[in-house]
């Protein structure tokens, strides 16, 4: 079936230009002084272009952070420091699901951490030409891990900042993520249709139109006939309102992930609602106000795409 749109609009107002600070700088030190894991051991052949594979949250608090996730999703982590970067893989059932970097933020800088969303590619240097010539930016160049692959972090042409990974160890089988796994990503964009072409181009997306009843736009992005993202108007006019991408966790009861996310200190940005999928879904923050969502999702339910 044909993933509908999960509607992030109403928590928007809390976004800013500066959510992914320190991108850059975390990005050359983490290469420039040691090594990631492979994405996927024993390694694959698998490769599914367009599909999220991995997020890293950038946070000024990363001891804080490890105690928020591992209350909340009962992650556990592997801690790496070098020089003056701080680095955690995030581990669920040993399987790694993401990584925490510690950034910290000056007195003078109003940004706000942020989880950094990492999409297959099959060639990183390839994605970066087809980015630069469609109006894209890279804000930080492709570099390799030899355990991990390639990687480079771009910003899409209105501005939503994302990365991409050629990973050397195959990427993750296209299985229903398991709760405390990331299950979804959405993009929310100013410009629809030319967001939706973008990275159809940059990707090989299929583009698929979704119905709504509220007049808004939403578009499923495919590869592989198998759902990946979906990509979401912001409404017309909107005040401190930036396109950005948000990713969502699977949880077996999304009102009591909500529960123990503000017992940990987090706080809800949009309340628990029924999705078109016939879930609840919320979108939060931790302790340092970094946004991601919380989704059921039942294990009938599929992400392929029908035609």
Not at 120 to 134: K, N
Not at 163 to 171: K, M, N, P
């Amino acid at each position: 079936m044909i993933y509908e749109h999960l509607s992030v609009r109403r928590c928007l107002t809390w976004w800013g230009l500066g959510v992914l600070w320190g991108v850059v700088a975390i990005a050359t030190s983490c290469a420039a002084t040691f090594e990631l894991p492979p994405l996927v051991q024993p390694s694959s052949s698998e490769h599914h272009a367009g599909k999220v594979i991995w997020a890293d949250l950038i946070t000024p608090d990363l001891a804080g952070a490890k105690r928020f996730y591992g209350g909340l999703f009962g992650w556990t982590f592997q801690n790496t420091h070098m020089w003056d970067t701080d680095y955690s893989i995030a581990l669920l059932d040993s399987v790694p699901v993401g990584g925490l970097v510690q950034r910290s933020i000056r007195p003078d800088e109003h940004r706000q951490p942020a989880w950094l969303t990492f999409i297959s590619v099959q060639d990183v240097d390839e994605a970066e030409r087809i980015t630069l010539a469609h109006g894209g930016k890279v804000l930080a160049q492709p570099r390799t891990y030899a355990q991990r692959g390639r990687q480079a972090v771009f910003a899409d042409p209105q501005g939503a900042v994302y990365a991409v990974l050629q990973s050397s160890s195959g990427d993750p089988q296209d299985v229903l993520a398991v709760p405390g796994e990331w299950i979804w990503s959405s993009l929310v964009t100013r410009d629809l249709d030319s967001a939706a072409a973008f990275y159809q181009t940059v990707f090989g997306y299929e583009v698929f139109a979704l119905p709504s009843d509220d007049g808004s736009e939403h578009v499923l992005l495919a590869t592989d006939n198998y759902a990946r993202a979906s990509a979401n108007a912001l409404p017309p006019d909107p005040a401190n309102l930036y396109p950005h991408w948000l990713n969502f966790v699977r949880v077996t009861s999304t009102t009591a992930a909500v529960a123990k996310v503000e017992a940990l200190g987090g706080r809800v940005l949009v309340a628990p609602h029924l999705g078109r999928h016939g879930g609840l879904i919320a979108v939060v923050a931790d302790p340092e106000g970094a946004p991601f969502g919380l989704l059921e999702w039942t294990d009938t339910d599929s992400k392929e795409v029908a035609r």
